[in-house]
């Protein structure tokens, strides 16, 4: 474990970065790119006071990235810094193949205390920093949606029926949104214990499951697995409003122009939705010289500094500071607007998320049970039955 220690003697090497690519974005040339010139604009900001620095950034699948870092581990070139999202930094962390920091109150006092509460481990210390928020929105084509975003679930299927073409995934991760308008996010939380469900409880389900299974009878609403097949069509103009993550409008900025549309996700009748933000996390590799290490722990206090937090969200208009002292200049943007809507309403849904969302087996027992129900082998009533013993069983079962 390192703990941090600013030191006084002048920084000088090379810092090599690891960032992940989330599975609901592509690996494509475009996205490197960007993800390099993010990081330029960064290096520029941090050589101003370190100008002996230089960084080398490598981008991996986040699926992907254990086995990659334990193959460059053996061979002793394992990365100084990894830039990923929470769940994998604790998996990663897990299979001991990043090591666990420790910092100063008065740097994690600037960060929002959910966040840490979601990497912090047992005996106090952080799988690492969070530094980035990537919020879950709705995207759409303004051509086809001149009046904006529906700003309700009920809305969402009237207008599939008259048409719109709507693009929802499969994966629980990327559905879940539509759980809290419907009244089934705290269903989903009490199907967690021990103790059965009651009455109301289970129909907050069953209506949940009930909405999704008609959902998917539209004509006019497609159910993906992957989250990047729903934002490839509708760059391509085949869908018309998904649900997106805010790391996927850059893309969607060059395919579609003016013509894309940003809002925050719909509720419904029994509340507001609630929507799964990913935090982007700074991680600590293995194989870093002292001097290596003292870069790296220097890389993560700048990157919650309130200016570097503000020009990155500024200049990328895709990401959220972490820095509870930034606020969002919401005014000049109705993008950003949307996001910070998003992220207040994950905060408010964050006990179910950190409980239900963080576990493997727990999403994949779920994801098994949705896809029955999509495809009409369950009623909504007999998975509403099922769903809390899936659940049980999944939570209580040791990570894979």
């Not at 389900?205 to 490839?232: C, D, G, H, M």
């Amino acid at each position: 474990m390192q703990t941090y220690d600013s030191g006084g003697s002048r920084l000088w090497g090379t810092v090599y970065m690891a960032a992940g690519i989330n599975s609901d974005e592509q690996l494509d040339g475009g996205l490197r790119q960007r993800a390099a010139e993010a990081l330029d604009r960064f290096s520029e900001d941090f050589r101003e006071l370190h100008p002996g620095v230089k960084f080398q950034l490598m981008t991996f699948p986040e699926d992907k990235l254990a086995r990659q870092l334990r193959f460059r581990q053996q061979g002793g070139l394992g990365p100084d810094l990894l830039l990923v999202n929470s769940r994998t930094a604790l998996e990663l962390h897990r299979k001991q193949l990043v090591q666990s920091v420790r910092f100063p109150p008065e740097l994690l006092q600037q960060i929002d205390p959910d966040m840490l509460r979601r990497v912090r481990l047992d005996d106090g210390s952080l799988v690492g920093l969070p530094v980035l928020q990537l919020p879950q929105l709705a995207c759409f084509n303004r051509e086809r949606l001149p009046a904006g975003s529906p700003d309700s679930l009920d809305s969402l299927l009237q207008l599939s029926s008259r048409g719109l073409r709507v693009g929802l995934s499969t994966n629980p991760i990327h559905l879940f949104w539509t759980a809290g308008g419907l009244g089934a996010a705290e269903a989903l939380l009490a199907a967690q214990g021990a103790a059965p469900l009651n009455a109301e409880q289970k129909q907050s389900l069953e209506r949940w499951l009930a909405w999704l299974q008609n959902a998917s009878l539209q004509q006019s609403i497609t159910f993906q697995e992957k989250q990047e097949e729903l934002v490839r069509q509708l760059a391509e103009g085949d869908l018309d409003w998904i649900s997106c993550r805010s790391s996927n409008i850059a893309l969607l900025r060059e395919k579609l122009g003016a013509a894309l549309g940003v809002a925050s996700l719909p509720g419904g009748p029994w509340g507001e939705p609630t929507p799964i933000n990913r935090e982007r996390v700074l991680v600590f590799g293995r194989n870093s010289s002292p001097a290596q290490q003292r870069i790296a722990r220097e890389v993560a206090r700048f990157s919650v500094n309130p200016r570097v937090q503000r020009n990155l969200t500024l200049s990328t208009l895709i990401l959220l500071p972490v820095n509870r002292f930034v606020p969002a200049p919401v005014a000049s943007s109705a993008v950003l607007a949307a996001m910070v809507r998003s992220a207040e309403q994950s905060e408010r849904s964050t006990p179910v998320i950190h409980g239900l969302m963080s576990n493997n087996g727990a999403e994949k027992a779920l994801s098994a049970l949705l896809n029955r129900v999509l495809f009409g082998e369950l009623s909504p009533r007999e998975a509403a039955v099922i769903l809390p013993a899936d659940l049980g069983a999944a939570l209580h079962r040791s990570p894979p």
